[in-house]
């Protein structure tokens, strides 16, 4: 295939001698991950430049070069040719770069001009006054450029989604930007805002203006696109034409063939008893009819791209969130308390962020080891240090954590060992229900293979585990079957023998 | 600076911090004492010692409930408030019935119910504890004003002032109080599963939550004690006083965070104990003490107070950000 990557577009508008922003041999390396590997391409003037990768692919950290929020350790970035170094958001702005991010960054009780032109507003004749009138009719110039006709004096929060997201393009455009890099723009949009959007991103085109365009739906992708470039663990895999390829080939070169050390496990699963037994679980935090089930001795997975709803739904199983309808059973018990119930039934969550969910950083390893299972070492709730010491001690010994004692605050420990204290404090609790969200996120390799080894273990001796995770590799290699989550619902389950990269994503991906 | 050197004194001080903490308190009151008793020859007389502990234990009592709520992270600031309608109550119950049993029934429960009160806002109403119990001040106050209209109730039975201004052995009585309740909370903060929770609360509420802790009903627990507690200080106040008037709990709020925080508790939750805040108080009274005795310009009191609350917490930040920090 040719390289289109150091190609000038079609229809490029504008001077397209020179690329407006050209990465050369970016890379980024954080602890244990290399975010970003060798990525190279240019950005034209007048192109939609979407950008392709599974969750963890290196989407986000480009971002982050771009915008200045992270420094590059490698590679050069040239501007209209000229090489420069983007160290801050303040140079990004400089040369005309404005990242349009999912979560806006405005102050919900200013007015959308007040916004637009925050921290940059007009001085008034007195010094040390602003010119509201000059910020209002300017703001109402910008909104007009993309054709749109908001009420400049609304205060924000009383705008819809889609709204305060032209507030954000209007207040990139007011910085003269000339690169706009938008992260999944249209996942929190209806068909006909996305409609709308999309009439306005083609005008800003028509104008010469760039977009890099982060999606996960198919359609937008190949609807707007005029060149993909595709991601995969860090590195850029290849820039395509989206007349040259195919969706089917897209999610190929998304997935790749990896190569990876957690070991498989054997074929021959023992599934007992239903542990969990989910039916129509439906609520507010946006998840709707979800039906689902796990057996003694079976590792389930729960995927589908970030946003889809598997945190909500482990969230609502464990009672953490409130729910609208459905049920939930606990190996053949109705359920409908809240976690302290639910840890009484045996039922452990293993939340996503250890820092701010699972750990009571501040308190010390043995502290966090006993929490969740006071009443049941203690019934008469007479706490006995030593008891607890004993306890926490033969955990430490029994799952490797390494700590220098059990009194070392948890904070000091690494990610790897910090989350075997999670699961240490559920194993003290004697639970034989385990929701894993995201069980091994920032860990270094050796711990994650760890990590895994102990789930194995837990399903070995008659342990349930539901596990949600990003890392496609890890749910086909370690879980016996999957659900696939889209957009708050169930979108399919995966047998065993269908569980692989492609069903999933062909599954958790948006066709419509 | 090598890994070896950086680690080597941060793990002594992260094993020790609560005792360090302690330490750092029981040097500073030593310290006083010896400067006071240098600078005063009054001071150190048992009469005094004896009359700054008495100070001390009341300041204890009302500081102690604070102090759990303070450990889960959220505040109480109807103390004083709750101290002056529950001093009023017992004080128009005990000149009616004459029974000061009744009396101190009275007291410990309007405590009970307005820490109740609080507990409920912040729990169900989901009202910040800052504010819940800010209006609660108001409230507790007003209904307070209202109750008394402008009356005052004095002259209590001798068997009741005893609380307040008897002796025995030659000790007043208020300090065998305080010496029972330090070592009742103390068991009921470290020896206790509800002890335990509460300060896994305080250090993250939300994984105490998602670890199965009933964290509303400790949170209502918490606040009910501290009501609970301000009823019982309001009592050896009252017996003290021999007097009861609307404006009786108004000053007492702040002073009694002052002594939770000289004690090392943390306003951010999680941190600190209340042998501490017993320091604490120890250390407010005997400053002041110190302040009378030195013939210094009561004006200063309020001045004196704060400075010392703002080195207490710039001195444990520091000590603590050298344990975190690295």
């Excluded at chain 2, 989901?126 to 106050?141: D, E, H, K, N």
């Excluded at chain 2, 939300?206 to 009592?235: D, E, K, T």
Aim: net charge positive; with cysteine.
């Amino acid at each position: 295939m040719v390289d289109v990557a150091t190609m000038a577009p079609r229809k490029a508008e504008g001077d397209a001698s020179a690329p407006l922003l050209e990465l050369r041999g970016i890379c980024k390396t954080f602890p244990g991950v290399r975010a970003l590997d060798d990525v190279s391409f240019p950005i034209w003037p007048g192109e939609i430049h979407m950008l392709c990768g599974e969750n963890g692919a290196g989407k986000s950290s480009l971002m982050k070069v771009l915008c200045g929020a992270y420094v590059a350790d490698e590679g050069e970035l040239f501007h209209h040719g000229e090489k420069v170094e983007i160290k801050s958001t303040l140079d990004a702005r400089k040369f005309g770069i404005a990242v349009i991010f999912q979560e806006f960054s405005l102050v919900p009780y200013l007015s959308v001009a007040q916004n637009i032109y925050l921290g940059r507003e007009f001085p008034g004749k007195i010094p040390g006054t602003i010119d509201r009138q000059k910020i209002r009719s300017e703001a109402r110039r910008v909104l007009g450029m993309i054709g749109s006709d908001i009420d400049i004096d609304a205060p924000v929060h009383t705008l819809g989604v889609a709204q305060q997201q032209i507030v954000e393009i209007a207040k990139a455009l007011s910085q003269n930007a000339r690169i706009l890099v938008m992260d999944e723009p249209t996942s929190a949009l209806s068909d006909t805002e996305t409609e709308h959007l999309f009439g306005m991103m083609r005008r800003l085109k028509a104008a010469g203006v760039a977009i890099v365009y982060i999606s996960h739906r198919m359609a937008e992708v190949f609807l707007l696109g005029d060149r993909i470039t595709i991601l995969r663990d860090g590195k850029k895999v290849a820039t395509v034409l989206p007349d040259e390829t195919t969706p089917g080939d897209l999610v190929q070169k998304m997935v790749g063939r990896k190569v990876d050390a957690i070991h498989r496990r054997g074929a021959n699963i023992k599934a007992g008893e239903v542990a969990l037994d989910v039916k129509g679980l439906t609520g507010p935090s946006g998840i709707s009819d979800i039906h689902l089930n796990v057996r003694a001795g079976e590792i389930v997975g729960l995927c589908g791209l970030v946003g889809s709803g598997r945190t909500e739904v482990a969230r609502a199983i464990f009672g953490a969130d409130r729910v609208t309808a459905g049920e939930v059973t606990f190996f053949a018990k109705r359920f409908t308390g809240g976690p302290d119930e639910a840890t009484r039934r045996g039922v452990a969550l293993i939340p996503e962020s250890r820092k701010a969910q699972g750990l009571a950083l501040i308190r010390s390893v043995g502290d966090n080891i006993v929490v969740a299972a006071l009443d049941r070492l203690f019934p008469s709730h007479v706490f006995h240090p030593g008891k607890a010491s004993k306890v926490a001690q033969a955990m430490i010994k029994k799952l490797r954590i390494s700590t220098p004692s059990a009194r070392r605050a948890v904070q000091v420990l690494s990610g790897g060992n910090q989350q075997k204290v999670v699961i240490g404090k559920w194993l003290t609790a004697d639970a034989r229900l385990f929701i894993f969200d995201e069980p091994t996120r920032g860990i270094d390799v050796g711990a994650k293979a760890e990590i895994f080894a102990l789930m194995y273990d837990l399903v070995e001796n008659g342990a349930a585990i539901l596990m949600i995770s990003s890392e496609l590799s890890e749910i086909v290699n370690v879980c016996d079957r999957a659900y696939v989550m889209r957009e708050g619902i169930i979108a399919g389950e995966l047998s065993r023998e269908r569980l692989n990269e492609e069903n999933i994503l062909q599954l958790g991906m948006h066709h419509e | 600076m090598s890994q070896i050197d950086a680690a080597a004194p941060k793990l002594k001080l992260t094993l020790s911090r609560d005792v360090t903490d302690v330490a750092y308190r029981l040097l500073a009151v030593a310290l006083i004492c010896v400067t006071l008793s240098l600078v005063s020859d009054a001071f150190l007389t048992a009469n005094n010692l004896l009359n700054v502990l008495r100070q001390a234990s009341l300041v204890f009592f009302m500081a102690s409930g604070l102090t759990l709520v303070i450990l889960t992270g959220k505040i109480d600031l109807s103390i004083g408030a709750t101290v002056g309608l529950s001093a009023c109550v017992a004080a128009t119950m005990i000149k009616s019935t004459g029974s000061p049993w009744l009396g101190a029934a009275a007291a410990i429960g309007v405590g009970s119910i307005v820490g109740l009160g609080n507990g409920l806002m912040v729990t169900k109403l989901r009202i910040p504890s800052f504010i819940a119990t800010y209006g609660m001040l108001w409230v507790a106050q007003g209904a307070t004003y209202y109750y008394m209209s402008g009356q005052s109730v004095y002259g209590f039975p001798a068997g009741f002032r005893a609380l307040g201004s008897g002796y025995l052995l030659g000790i007043p009585i208020p300090i065998y109080l305080m010496v029972a309740f330090l070592a009742i909370g103390y068991f009921f903060t470290k020896r206790t599963t509800y002890g335990q929770q509460i300060y896994a609360i305080g250090a993250n509420t939300v994984a105490a939550r998602l670890s199965g802790i009933p964290v509303n009903s400790r949170l209502n627990l918490v606040f009910v004690l501290s009501g609970a507690m301000a009823g019982l200080a309001s009592l050896i106040y009252l017996a003290r006083l021999n007097s009861a008037e609307g404006d009786i709990g108004e000053t007492l709020t702040l002073p009694t965070i002052a002594a939770v925080v000289i004690g090392g508790t943390s306003l951010f939750g999680g941190v600190g104990s209340l042998f501490g805040t017993f320091i604490g108080g120890l250390i407010l009274t005997l400053i002041l003490n110190g302040m009378n005795l030195l013939n210094l310009n009561a004006n200063w009191q309020p001045l004196v107070t704060g400075l010392i609350v703002l080195l207490a917490v710039w001195l444990d930040m520091k000590t603590r950000s050298k344990t975190d920090s690295n």
